[in-house]
């Protein structure tokens, strides 16, 4: 068995797999102040509500565990956390091998979270590539034909443009991040929907519209994040949405690293 977990700044997602098998995958808030002690409870009961993990040993039965945090001040809580359980965490980081060149000013300003997306992308598809991961931050990263990283964009994630909103006008209200019936709205909630919905859909085609151009070659879209298939549906441009993209690629870097 693998754990392999995605360490975010909104949400925390925790991978079990057995050999190339995703078995269970869980979806935790990420808590900057959680300590050791609390991590290796939430993870107990996790492991203790698994059917996949029923009749585990879980110190012999567990070959490692791979992280990638964009959190860096919970990055050893979780590691420490992981290690309770006898478990060996590598960390995706500098000395971490990922087959993949980094074309980037500077290598160690890439995200762990981007580099991992990447990695799966590519090994999947074999082609160059836009991966858009819309988490806290949206993030679009483009990987060469030849299986280069390239470098990318960052922009505001729709949780945080639609906070920011509510926070910063008075008279706007807190609504539900969906579709609403038209792009036209007809009260405030529904033209603030349009507004977060079918304008961050225009943000990412825009985007990615003018990736391909700067390219000059094709270039295939993937999403992946826990919006992605909100906006996927309206988007003119996003060809494929893959929910467990970067569980997958822990999982080739640990297997990469063995």
Not at 27 to 36: K, N, V
Not at 185 to 196: C, D, E, H, I, P
């Amino acid at each position: 068995m693998l754990l392999a977990i995605d360490l975010g700044n909104t949400h925390s997602v925790i991978g079990l797999y057995n050999q190339q098998t995703l078995v269970d995958c869980w979806r935790i808030s990420t808590r900057r102040e959680a300590t050791s002690d609390e991590l290796t409870i939430q993870l107990q009961s996790l492991f203790a509500l698994s059917p996949a993990c029923a009749g585990l040993d879980l110190k012999h039965d567990f070959e490692g565990a791979i992280l990638s945090s964009v959190v860096p001040t919970l990055t050893k809580s979780f590691v420490q956390a992981v290690g309770r359980f006898g478990i060996t965490c590598k960390t995706v980081g500098p000395g971490l091998k990922t087959g993949m060149q980094i074309l980037y000013d500077n290598p160690r300003e890439v995200g762990a979270d981007r580099i991992v997306n990447a990695v799966a992308a590519y090994h999947q598809y074999q082609c160059a590539l836009c991966v858009v991961d819309m988490g806290t931050a949206t993030t679009f990263d483009v990987i060469s034909q030849d299986g280069k990283y390239l470098g990318g964009a960052i922009a505001p994630g729709i949780g945080i443009s639609a906070d920011a909103l509510w926070q910063r006008a008075a008279r706007l209200p807190r609504v539900e991040i969906s579709a609403p019936p038209a792009v036209i709205g007809k009260n405030t909630a529904n033209s603030m929907q349009s507004g977060l919905i079918y304008g961050y859909t225009a943000l990412v085609d825009g985007l990615v519209e003018r990736m391909r151009e700067e390219m000059n070659e094709p270039l295939k879209a993937i999403a992946t994040g826990g919006l992605a298939q909100i906006i996927a549906e309206h988007s003119h441009v996003i060809e494929a949405v893959d929910k467990n993209l970067t569980l997958e690629g822990l999982r080739l870097l640990y297997e990469l690293n063995r």
